[in-house]
Antibody, heavy 119, light 106 residues
Framework: QIQLVQSGPEVKKPGASVKLSCKASGYSFSSHGISWVRQAPGQGPEWMGWINVYNGDTNYAQNFQGRVTMTTDTSTSTAYMELRNLKSDDTAVYFC????????????WGRGTLVSVSP | DIQMTQSPSILSASVGDRVTITCRASQDISTWLAWYQQKPGKAPNLLIYKASALQGGVPSRFRGSGSGTEFTLTITSLQPDDFATYYCLQYSSYWTFGQGTNLEIK
C-alpha cells in the first residue's frame, strides 16, 4: 500500500533551519508530486508548496517564498522540505502528501512531523 | 490567490442528525474541490474529491455537491465516529484550504 513515512520531531531555535524528510513507498515516486502542508496548533492546514518529482519543478506559496526549498532524491524515493530562518510561529506539524499533479487533490498523507521553535 | 470561506466554524449536532457544511470560493473553481475529515493528532483524510465523488472506503452518508463558487458537504444520519473537524480544499489553482468546521456533539 502507499505509504509516506516522515522524519521525527525537531526542536529548533529562532533563526535556525530545519530539513524534514518524507519517504514514499508503494507507488511510482517519479510519476507524482509531493506537497507540503503545515498545521499550527489549533489552526487549519496551510499549503506550503509542491514539487513535481518527475521534472523537479516547484511552486511555493507566497507566505514561504524565499524561505523554503523542496527537493527530492529519486534514488531513495524521498522528498525533503527545508525551512530557513525559523520563527516561533513556525511551530507546527508539517505533513507531506502525494499529489498526482496540478488539478489533483492531496493524498495519501504522511503522519506529520512536529517542529517546535523556541528560544 | 483563491480564498476559501467555510461555514460554520463550529457545528453542534446529535447522532442521527443531518448536517451541512458550506465552502465558498473567491472565484470560479469549477468542481476542483475536495473535502477532508481530520481527527486530533491525525492527518486529514480525503472524503470527497471533484466536488461530489466519494473516495473509496468512505461511507455513502457523506455527500458533496456544488460547482463554481459554492459547495456543500452533507452528512446524513451522523454517526459517533463523524464528530471531527472538516476542511474543504480547492485545487483549481494550486491548493487552498478552508478554515475548517468543528463538528461537535450537542
Amino acid at each position: 500500500q502507499i505509504q509516506l513515512v516522515q522524519s521525527g520531531p525537531e526542536v529548533k531555535k529562532p533563526g535556525a533551519s530545519v530539513k524534514l524528510s518524507c519517504k514514499a513507498s508503494g507507488y511510482s515516486f517519479s510519476s507524482h508530486g509531493i506537497s507540503w502542508v503545515r498545521q499550527a496548533p489549533g489552526q487549519g492546514p496551510e499549503w506550503m508548496g509542491w514539487i513535481n518529482v518527475y521534472n523537479g519543478d516547484t511552486n511555493y506559496a507566497q507566505n514561504f517564498q524565499g524561505r523554503v526549498t523542496m527537493t527530492t532524491d529519486t534514488s531513495t524515493s524521498t522528498a525533503y522540505m527545508e525551512l530557513r530562518n525559523l520563527k516561533s510561529d513556525d511551530t507546527a506539524v508539517y505533513f507531506c502528501a502525494r499529489v498526482a499533479g496540478l488539478l489533483a487533490s492531496l493524498g495519501p498523507w504522511g503522519r506529520g512531523t512536529l517542529v517546535s521553535v523556541s528560544p | 490567490d483563491i480564498q476559501m470561506t467555510q461555514s460554520p466554524s463550529i457545528l453542534s449536532a446529535s447522532v442521527g442528525d443531518r448536517v451541512t457544511i458550506t465552502c465558498r470560493a473567491s472565484q470560479d473553481i469549477s468542481t476542483w474541490l475536495a473535502w477532508y475529515q481530520q481527527k486530533p493528532g491525525k492527518a486529514p483524510n480525503l472524503l470527497i474529491y471533484k466536488a461530489s465523488a466519494l473516495q473509496g472506503g468512505v461511507p455513502s452518508r457523506f455527500r458533496g455537491s456544488g460547482s463554481g463558487t459554492e459547495f456543500t458537504l452533507t452528512i446524513t444520519s451522523l454517526q459517533p465516529d463523524d464528530f471531527a473537524t472538516y476542511y474543504c480544499l480547492q485545487y483549481s489553482s494550486y491548493w487552498t484550504f478552508g478554515q475548517g468546521t468543528n463538528l461537535e456533539i450537542k
